[in-house]
């Protein structure tokens, strides 16, 4: 029986034609079995959305929203793209973002008094 190897997207639902010696190449480079790295594939434009929603919301948030737990979104990150993030990676840079943003709010707010 020769099936052909369909790719869903975890995020948006959107499916594509892929081959069972690709699925097989990624889910071995990622040390996991075809068939989770099927379950936990995203596309390349909802990897990045959900990136940019990482970088500028909490964490809690994002999980939240998406309805999905720690791990299912560290093995979205880690399967996924060429980074090698995880949620930790993100928790850190919202510190600092709020930081330079507090920052910059009291450097406007002494040069406009």
């Known amino acids: 029986m020769n099936t ?3 790719l869903t997207c975890y995020l948006t639902g959107e499916s594509r034609q892929s081959s ?17 790295f099927s379950q936990y594939y995203v596309t390349k434009q909802a990897y990045i959305n959900l990136k940019k929603e990482l970088y500028t919301n ?9 309805n999905a737990d720690g ?13 090698t993030k995880t949620l930790d990676d ?6 600092e973002v709020a930081t330079e943003t507090e920052a910059e709010i009291e450097t406007q707010t002494l040069v406009e008094a």
């Open 4 to 6: 052909k190897a369909k």
């Open 20 to 36: 069972h010696k690709y699925i097989a190449a990624k889910a071995e480079r990622n040390n996991t079995t075809p068939e989770e």
């Open 58 to 66: 909490p964490v809690k948030a994002v999980l939240t929203n998406m």
């Open 71 to 83: 791990q299912t979104v560290e093995k979205i990150l880690r399967y996924n793209g060429k980074s």
């Open 90 to 95: 993100f928790k850190g840079k919202k510190k």
